[in-house]
């Protein structure tokens, strides 16, 4: 198994690990369960299909827009259960829900990291930025491809020959 390959699993293993652990405590909208399920689908696409590019780019593509999705549901949810779990009927939760939202935390927190990791998959699957014109930026997502930069001189390890010599004729008597 080659490591592009290893870090896919890795990742697709570590989300599958985290999604169980955050939807331990029911507090989450099913729309959380539906976006990570989605995203370890086109996890799992990608592991599958391990010459295309298209499963890691679906998985960047759905792990980037579950960022602001995680955000806008732990904004609007947390409260909900914490009232629910710290203070409301459901107090023998208490420390599940603590457990079940650091995880959706942590979660969170790595994704732009995966989605980092699932960028560079793409590139050494052949995918390039060029494809959804994405500038590179103090050289990342740069990768060498088959441009030849004519504006800098090639270095090469052929030696010139010395200069030509003129070869003496020999004298007619």
């Known amino acids: 198994m080659n490591a592009p390959q290893a870090a896919l699993r890795v990742v697709f293993v570590v989300h599958f690990?985290?999604?169980s652990w955050a939807t331990l405590v029911g507090f989450w909208p099913p729309v959380y369960t539906y976006m990570n399920g989605i995203i370890?689908?086109?996890g799992a696409f990608a592991i599958?299909?391990?010459d295309s590019t298209e499963g890691p780019l679906m998985f960047l593509i759905v792990n980037l827009?579950?960022?602001i999705t995680d955000i806008i549901m732990l904004a609007i949810y947390e409260p909900i259960g914490y009232d629910s779990y710290e203070r409301g009927q459901s107090v023998s939760l208490?420390?599940?829900y603590r457990f079940s939202l650091g995880m959706c935390i942590v979660n969170l927190i790595i994704k732009p990291f995966?989605?980092?990791v699932m960028f560079r998959i793409y590139q050494d699957r052949g995918g390039t930025t060029?494809?959804?014109?994405v500038p590179t930026f103090g050289g990342f997502g740069a990768r060498p491809g088959t441009y030849e930069n004519i504006d800098q001189p090639v270095p090469s390890n052929v030696e010139t020959?010395?200069?030509?010599?003129s070869i003496e004729k020999p004298s007619v008597p």
């Open 130 to 133: 060029g494809d959804f014109n």
């Open 48 to 50: 599958v299909q391990a």
């Open 114 to 116: 995966t989605s980092f």
């Open 40 to 42: 370890l689908l086109f």
């Open 65 to 67: 827009a579950s960022i």
């Open 17 to 19: 690990l985290l999604t």
């Open 94 to 96: 208490r420390n599940t």
């Open 161 to 165: 020959a010395s200069p030509h010599h």
